[in-house]
């Protein structure tokens, strides 16, 4: 039992929605510097292509730019998906939105946008890709699904968001619904749930080093995360060290989840 090969993931296909920035990026990156053939998704175009680019250079980063949370969009990357690749050994479904109005004045739009990028695009996208997940999951080595939750559907998040809070709980369980349904398929199906990483998510709250020290200190462990913290827990998820692992939540929060 080698470390080297209990986590190893070279030679892997794997797709990051969301992937051209913030944990997405971070989780490509990871996955491209360990061998792994990564297709990176997300609205723009240009963030993206220079994102695949850039990420090009220390292993195969292929940009396809979509709009996943549109039929269209969803259609049209699963086709050129098929079109490329016969089998996906890992899917990310990271890509994410936000929208916070206080209690009283939140908008029904916003709601709605919140949980059709959240939650049904996640679900859509993983139901059109399952023949190529079918594909390639086996016994020994399943399939790997990773839906990109946060700490927000674990505890009350801060503030006024109270679509994405209510999003990333619904997305949560749904994984595990859905790991629980095709876990005989050889897919395993898991929900990292992140704490504060620099994002653009996250930049009303990290835009300023000020910010930054009031939030670390904030958290148990002292800090922010890290690309490597959320990288490698993904890493493991997807490699044989995690394949007996179907139906959880890990919170890769340094801690936050565990103080309400």
């Known amino acids: 039992m080698k470390i080297a090969e209990l986590f190893d993931v070279s030679g892997k296909v794997a797709i990051v929605t969301g992937g051209s920035r913030g944990i997405g990026e971070m989780i490509a990156e990871g996955l491209v510097s360990n061998g792994v053939r990564v297709y990176i998704t997300a609205r723009k175009a240009e963030a993206c292509d220079a994102t695949a680019a850039r990420l090009s250079e220390m292993g195969e980063c292929i940009s396809i730019p979509a709009d996943l949370a549109t039929d269209d969009g969803l259609e049209s990357f699963v086709a050129e998906i098929t079109e490329r690749e016969e089998k996906i050994d890992i899917l990310v479904n990271n890509?994410?939105?936000a929208w916070g109005a206080p209690l009283g004045e939140f908008p029904g739009h916003g709601f709605d946008k919140v949980l059709n990028i959240n939650v049904k695009a996640p679900?859509?996208?993983?139901?059109?890709?399952?023949?190529?997940?079918?594909?390639?999951?086996?016994?020994?080595?399943?399939?790997?699904?990773?839906?990109?939750?946060?700490?927000?559907?674990?505890?009350?998040?801060?503030?006024?968001?109270?679509?994405?809070?209510?999003?990333?709980?619904?997305?949560?369980?749904?994984?595990?619904?859905?790991?629980?349904?095709?876990?005989?398929?050889?897919?395993?199906?898991?929900?990292?749930?992140?704490?504060?990483?620099?994002?653009?998510?996250?930049?009303?709250?990290?835009?300023?080093?000020?910010?930054?020290?009031?939030?670390?200190?904030?958290?148990?462990?002292?800090?922010?995360?890290?690309?490597?913290?959320?990288?490698?827990?993904?890493?493991?998820?997807?490699?044989?060290?995690?394949?007996?692992?179907?139906?959880?939540?890990?919170?890769?929060?340094?801690g936050a989840s565990t103080h309400g």
């Not at 398929?185 to 930054?212: C, R, V, W, Y």
Request: hydrophobic share 45%; proline share 6%.
């Open 95 to 97: 890509a994410g939105a």
């Open 123 to 254: 679900f859509m996208l993983t139901q059109a890709l399952l023949p190529q997940l079918r594909a390639s999951g086996t016994a020994e080595d399943p399939a790997r699904v990773i839906m990109v939750g946060s700490i927000d559907g674990i505890r009350v998040p801060t503030g006024d968001q109270f679509s994405y809070g209510a999003s990333k709980a619904g997305i949560h369980m749904m994984a595990r619904h859905m790991a629980h349904t095709i876990v005989k398929d050889h897919i395993n199906i898991n929900s990292i749930a992140p704490g504060p990483f620099e994002s653009k998510m996250m930049a009303f709250m990290l835009d300023t080093a000020e910010k930054q020290d009031m939030v670390a200190a904030s958290m148990p462990l002292g800090r922010i995360g890290r690309p490597e913290d959320v990288a490698g827990t993904v890493i493991y998820l997807s490699s044989r060290a995690g394949s007996y692992l179907t139906g959880a939540v890990i919170p890769v929060d340094g």
